[in-house]
């Protein structure tokens, strides 16, 4: 417990975020929960929250560095970090490089097709509703965001995925697929929220495809902390690394 930390606003699968002395801030702790398959899979896995959120942070900090509003503010600990409060927009979007998953099940992709440009989807965030895929009329119809928002979000996402497929790149990681959610600020503007971690992402070893993500725990294989693990070491500085206490 930090001395910042008021009162719970919302607790999710993995995070809970917490009220602070400004209302402009809120903090997030990242637990070591796990889910899959909509909430049927659980698990609690030492270290899993602290590991993703140094990648998340990491991550938040280069997208900002390339002129993305993020709302990350400060890590005050391993697993606690201080943001921007934001009225959230209830989309998942998920961008894919590569066709895996449901995308094969679904449509006849081939295996591990280059998606270029890479596909786009929206899905609603809502448990009740079991988060179902939507389209552009049904997001307007909804007044969940308008066409120019809409626009907007996908310009973002799509140079997300440019920076983020990049500095992967360069460290032997594939980014195949990805989720990000958005929030407005206090002054309308749309901003990246929630987080980009190994839980929120497909990230394959550029050589061998080995996943390093949350498909290790939703095949129910071991080692996702492991895996986890060689993210931080592949994506943290060495001042990064020493400042967090990583080997
Ligand atoms: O690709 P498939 O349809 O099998 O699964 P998905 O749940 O749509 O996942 C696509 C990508 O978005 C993966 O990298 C997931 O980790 C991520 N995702 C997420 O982080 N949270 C969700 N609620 C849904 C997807």
Same mark, same amino acid.
Do not use: W
């Given at each position: 417990m930090t001395d910042v930390k008021k009162e719970l606003l919302y607790t999710g699968k993995a995070k809970n975020v917490?009220?602070?002395?400004?209302?402009?801030?809120?903090?997030?702790?990242?637990?070591?929960?796990?889910?899959?398959? #909509?909430?049927?899979k659980k698990d609690t896995l030492n270290k899993k929250g602290a590991y993703n959120a140094l990648i998340?942070?990491?991550?938040?900090?280069?997208?900002?560095d390339e002129g993305i509003l993020t709302q990350f503010i400060k890590l005050i600990n391993e697993n606690e970090m201080i943001a921007k409060s934001l009225d959230?927009?209830? &989309?998942? @979007?998920?961008?894919?490089?590569?066709?895996?998953g449901s995308l094969l099940r679904k449509y006849p992709f081939h295996k591990?097709? +280059?998606?270029?440009?890479? @596909?786009?989807?929206?899905?609603?965030?809502?448990?009740?509703? +079991? #988060?179902?895929?939507?389209?552009?009329?049904?997001?307007?119809?909804?007044?969940?965001?308008?066409?120019?928002?809409?626009?907007?979000?996908?310009?973002?996402? &799509?140079?997300i995925n440019k920076v983020l497929s990049e500095f992967l790149y360069e460290r032997?990681?594939? &980014?195949?697929?990805?989720?990000?959610?958005?929030?407005?600020?206090?002054?309308?503007?749309?901003?990246?929220?929630?987080?980009?971690s190994p839980d929120t992402t497909r990230l394959w070893d550029s050589e061998t495809h080995k996943n390093f993500d949350k498909d290790i725990f939703r095949k129910g294989e071991e080692g996702v902390v492991d895996a986890y693990e060689v993210v931080v070491n592949l994506v943290l500085n060495d001042e990064e690394k020493q400042k967090w206490n990583i080997d």
């Open positions: 917490y009220k602070t002395e400004n209302d402009d801030e809120v903090l997030i702790e990242f637990r070591d929960d796990i889910t899959a398959l #909509d909430g049927g998340s942070s990491k991550f938040f900090k280069i997208l900002e959230m927009i209830p &989309l998942e @979007v998920i961008c894919r490089n590569i066709a895996t591990n097709q +280059h998606l270029q440009p890479p @596909v786009l989807q929206f899905d609603y965030k809502n448990d009740v509703y +079991h #988060d179902p895929m939507l389209n552009d009329s049904i997001i307007i119809a909804l007044e969940i965001a308008t066409e120019e928002q809409l626009q907007q979000i996908r310009q973002i996402t &799509l140079k032997g990681l594939i &980014l195949v697929d990805f989720k990000v959610e958005f929030g407005f600020d206090k002054d309308g503007n749309i901003v990246l929220g929630d987080e980009i």
